[in-house]
């Protein structure tokens, strides 16, 4: 007879997003299993809307143990509300989608990195490794222009040293894609814990942003050294600007 996990949550639950794969693999079956094959915990986690409308995330914890009067195993269930967890989580993983490119941890007191989101701009870069070695591959995508320089703000020494004057302190350069492409990023750099030196490191590209604050810079430059009489005598068409200029 199939277990069917969700029967035992309509108490509590109005729904319940568990999917059937995840269903399955709490089933006695499969518990059976997993404890034969020697794993004695085996976790779960879903969505789903309480009776009383709010809609939580669930994390189901089962532990297998062996009676004491029995060979008989039994399945220990313990559901906890990990509702604030789950929404920082994917409010994170959003920002890290949308506004960086990379998040890096580097560990300057051991000398090691770790991506810890997106990837790097250098496919050639493994996602975990030794930073000195690993910076020279990193740099190879800088504009060649930019290169140098930024090889010897990145080396452990200087970033402790910029740290210790400014943190977070942030860089622009340009990037260049492998295909004759060249982007404006900018990286910034900040602490996590300063006693063991691990740094974390954000790429994000602001090639469009900075395009469009140039553009707007210049079209406000434009009406500000308009003639006033011109500004005057083109007031039907752009009144709000005529009024802003007037005022400044």
Same mark, same amino acid.
């Given at each position: 007879?199939?277990?069917?996990?969700?029967?035992? &949550?309509?108490?509590?639950? #109005?729904? +319940?997003?568990?999917?059937?794969?995840?269903?399955?693999?709490?089933?006695?079956?499969?518990?059976?299993?997993? %404890?034969?094959?020697?794993? +004695?915990?085996?976790?779960?986690? %879903?969505?789903?809307?309480?009776?009383?409308?709010?809609?939580?995330?669930?994390?189901?914890?089962?532990?297998?143990?062996?009676?004491?009067?029995?060979?008989?195993?039994?399945?220990?269930? %313990?559901?906890?509300?990990? @509702?604030?967890?789950?929404?920082? *989580?994917?409010?994170?993983?959003? !920002?890290?989608?949308?506004?960086?490119?990379?998040?890096?941890?580097?560990?300057?007191?051991?000398?090691?990195?770790? !991506?810890? #989101?997106? *990837?790097?701009? &250098?496919?050639?870069?493994?996602? &975990?490794?030794?930073?000195?070695?690993?910076?020279?591959?990193?740099? @190879?995508?800088?504009?060649?222009?930019?290169?140098?320089?930024?090889?010897?703000?990145?080396?452990?020494?200087?970033?402790?040293?910029?740290?210790?004057?400014?943190?977070?302190?942030?860089?622009?350069?340009?990037?260049?894609?492998? /295909?004759?492409?060249?982007?404006?990023?900018?990286?910034?750099?900040?602490?996590?814990?300063?006693? &063991?030196?691990?740094?974390?490191?954000?790429?994000?590209?602001?090639?469009?942003?900075?395009?469009? *604050? +140039?553009? @707007?810079?210049?079209?406000?430059?434009?009406?500000?050294?308009?003639? *006033?009489?011109? !500004?005057?005598?083109?007031? +039907? /068409?752009?009144?709000?600007?005529?009024? !802003?200029?007037?005022?400044?």
């Amino acid at each position: 007879m199939r277990w069917i996990l969700r029967k035992r &949550t309509k108490a509590f639950l #109005a729904e +319940n997003y568990m999917s059937d794969e995840a269903n399955e693999r709490l089933s006695p079956q499969s518990l059976m299993r997993a %404890y034969t094959d020697g794993r +004695n915990h085996v976790t779960e986690v %879903y969505a789903a809307v309480l009776k009383s409308g709010d809609y939580v995330w669930i994390k189901t914890d089962v532990s297998l143990v062996t009676s004491f009067n029995s060979s008989d195993v039994i399945a220990f269930f %313990y559901n906890t509300d990990i @509702s604030s967890e789950m929404t920082m *989580k994917m409010i994170l993983e959003s !920002i890290m989608h949308f506004e960086y490119d990379e998040i890096t941890c580097i560990y300057l007191k051991n000398d090691s990195y770790s !991506i810890m #989101a997106g *990837k790097s701009a &250098t496919p050639d870069l493994a996602p &975990t490794g030794v930073y000195s070695k690993a910076l020279p591959v990193f740099c @190879s995508t800088v504009a060649e222009a930019e290169r140098d320089v930024i090889y010897d703000l990145m080396t452990p020494r200087r970033l402790m040293e910029k740290l210790e004057e400014q943190q977070p302190f942030s860089i622009e350069l340009h990037m260049e894609d492998g /295909f004759g492409n060249s982007r404006l990023k900018q990286m910034r750099f900040m602490y996590l814990d300063q006693r &063991t030196g691990m740094v974390l490191l954000t790429r994000a590209d602001i090639e469009d942003v900075v395009k469009r *604050k +140039n553009a @707007s810079r210049n079209c406000w430059n434009w009406r500000l050294k308009m003639p *006033k009489r011109r !500004i005057k005598r083109n007031q +039907n /068409f752009f009144p709000e600007s005529v009024m !802003i200029c007037e005022r400044r």
